[in-house]
């Protein structure tokens, strides 16, 4: 297991993309969610994703 320190503005912006992530992800398993919507959210997760990983490799 990793132990991350990290600046006050990493670990906000951690908690917020784990906010929108989970946001997104409630949006995307609504059955009423569009296809072509529902790919878009899956594009934002997958970014979001990315950046997540980005920060923690950057301590």
């Known amino acids: ?3 991350y320190r990290l600046p006050d503005d990493a670990l906000n912006r951690l908690l917020m ?3 929108e992530h ?3 992800a ?3 398993m609504n059955k009423k969610c569009p296809p072509e ?3 878009r959210i899956l594009k ?3 970014h979001l ?3 997540r990983e980005r920060l923690l490799d950057s301590q």
């Open 49 to 51: 994703r990315q950046e």
């Open 17 to 19: 993309i784990a906010r």
């Open 26 to 28: 409630l949006r995307a």
């Open 22 to 24: 989970t946001k997104l």
């Open 1 to 3: 297991m990793k132990i």
């Open 37 to 39: 919507e529902r790919k």
């Open 44 to 46: 934002q997760i997958e």
